[in-house]
């Protein structure tokens, strides 16, 4: 009867670590093959093109409208096609209003700077434009509709040298792209659609000559009008902020849990500062926008035609402090 009592005990002492290692395989399957977790509270989802908004709980701030009051375009991107001659010829800048800005009278936020970081010359972000000649109307004649407002010198280029220099003086060394975009299709003789086949090719070539690539950040200016791209938030206005993600590839939730992250930081310091995340697959644009090519990737909109440097410096100043804090946080 012992003898019987010990065999039954190993019989299932045995079953027992079985069932308990196949469960433990089976929790480490399910995690592997279930897409991580999404904890954004303003993540839009654009498919087959209607609009399906999941979970938008963002805390509105006093100078904005209910939740339920939000217009669907408040929470898009809107794009254009460019007028074809304003890709061709610049069109003539206001000079005084150019001349009146002073990008070094600019407050520059505060964020998470309390311990020295370094990637010590290691370039481990890329910054760049698919749609580098995006401009300004403020900056040009009046009546000047947004399908113009493009200019080969004031354009979005100079919204990412500001979010550069924000990110190297967190300690985040970085290049900032100087490839136009729009020459690259005159030499091929391709139209604005191809912007991304364009861009895609300046992603690869950096791939290929920097081992440290880390992030890479396509900045872009969205088409909405002012009311819907712009926040006072403590006394100043600010370009707002939304990102873009393409999940026509496989691995786009790495890219989307990492503009997650980020997006986090914002809201926390800088309540409705951020427009959300928006997803879009192939039936709404490119679909892909560069980033299979490195899973922390993603397209950052920095305030609309109608908003003015000093808006966008301070944006891209948040967005520099918040990247590096997120990168410091989280990555090393």
Known sequence: MKSFSRKTLRILLVTSITLFISLIMLII????????????????????HEKDI???TKSISDNKTSKAEIASEEIATKEINPDKAALQ???????????????????????GKEKFHSTFGRKVAFIYFSHNRESFLPYFKNGTTPEKAYHSELNVALIGERLGNTLKSNGIWNRVSNVDIVTMLNERN?????????SREVVINEKRINPDLEMTFDIHRDALPRSLTTININGESFAKI?????SAHENYKDNLNFTNGINEIIE??????????????????????????????????IGGVENNLE???????????????YYWENKH
């Open 54 to 56: 999941k979970g938008l």
């Open 89 to 111: 010829k610049d069109a003539v800048l206001d000079r005084r209003k150019i001349d009146a800005f002073d990008r070094n009278k600019i407050k520059v936020p505060n964020i």
């Open 190 to 198: 391709l139209k604005f659609g191809s912007s991304y086949q364009m």
């Open 268 to 301: 926390k310091n800088y309540p409705g500062l951020s427009r959300g995340i928006i997803i879009k697959d192939n039936k709404q644009g490119n679909g892909v926008y560069n980033q299979d090519l490195l899973p922390s990737s993603v397209i950052i909109e």
């Open 29 to 48: 399957y399910l995690q592997e093959k279930m897409p991580n977790e999404i904890t954004n509270k303003q993540v839009i989802y654009y498919n087959n």
């Open 311 to 325: 808006e966008l410096y301070r944006s891209a100043d948040v967005l520099g402090n918040v990247i590096s804090q």
């Open 242 to 246: 939304s990102f873009v993600i393409g």
